[in-house]
């Protein structure tokens, strides 16, 4: 079973915003198109530990950009997993739509990270991903970055470490301000989730440990 980790420190959250408008497709101009070798996000990028030739191989596969518009959504929940995306400029927010359809952010997205992960265990994204602003991205399509992974071992090394990070710093009362609750609905809430055997709490630790009963209580399914 998938288990996530969450340790209570300090955590930045940026203000949401609201959603319309749709994807605008850059038309290659001379001179405007930044090469992976050249961009100035390399080094915290998914390509950040690949040496020159490995950096061009994979800029090859990661040649086309999209802008999308403050508001817009660069994917919706349902939609097939085609490509991951590198946040180039701008900021995301993920959203999750419950089943009465209320929305709620899932996280935050800036510069460098890699939007899309979410949609590799089943083949579809689970959430919408919006800009907070007018953004660009990457394109990586995900089949042809499954091929090259295969033969550049430490573009593997970086993709299954971006998959197994699911560590989130918040202290309870974060937590709370973030949610809406209370520092004692927080408290209350946790222990009621470890009685259940949900999560264990490990100190400063909280470990998910059934995270499809956690989901249906939210209304996600």
Known sequence: MLQ???????VAVTPPCTRNAAIVRLRPQAGSTVACSTCCLKGVCLPCDLDGNELGRFGEIATAKRRVPR???LYHNGDRLESLYAVR???FKTIGVSRNGTEKITGFHLPGELLGLDAINGGCHGYNAVALEDSEVCIIPFAQLEQLAMSLPALQHQLLRLLSRFMLRMTREEIGSYLGLTLETVSRLLSRFQRDEWI????RDVEIRNKDRLMEVVGHW
Do not use: C, R
């Not at 264990?200 to 100190?203: M, T």
């Open 4 to 10: 996530t980790h969450a340790s209570f420190e300090p």
């Open 200 to 203: 264990a709490v490990h100190q």
């Open 71 to 73: 508001g817009a959504s």
């Open 89 to 91: 400029s701008g900021a």
